[in-house]
């Protein structure tokens, strides 16, 4: 059996968790399946998102000229810090609900 031990505080959400109780419960089977679900989707998510960064990388490790200007590269460096920074915070949430799944 496995328990989740999820603190709203770490997470910055205790706001919303207000009321809802401190008492365990067990997720039912469909529950489980539902949020399966979800995951698999976040997967999914990031499985494409990998191929688009490595057509990107492609195309400029490919032998075609690319001509930009100076605005459109600034650009596309920041939504690429943007991405970068989305993906690290996914991460490290990732790492702490992971260590947040404890097996009894």
Known sequence: MYEIIANPE?????HLIN???????????D??????????NFSE???EFAK???????LFYGPEKISATPA???TLK???FMINDALTTAI?????????IIKK
Do not use: C, F, M, P
Not at 52 to 58: D, E, F, H, P, V
């Open 92 to 100: 490290e949430i990732a790492d702490r609900l992971e260590s947040d």
């Open 52 to 58: 688009k960064s490595g057509a990107l990388a492609k």
């Open 31 to 40: 529950e489980r399946e539902k949020w399966a679900g979800e995951i698999v």
């Open 10 to 14: 770490d997470y910055q959400i205790d």
């Open 72 to 74: 459109s590269l600034k």
């Open 19 to 29: 009321g809802t109780g401190n008492a365990n419960i067990e997720i039912s089977k």
């Open 78 to 80: 920041i939504q690429l």
């Open 45 to 47: 998510r990031l499985t």
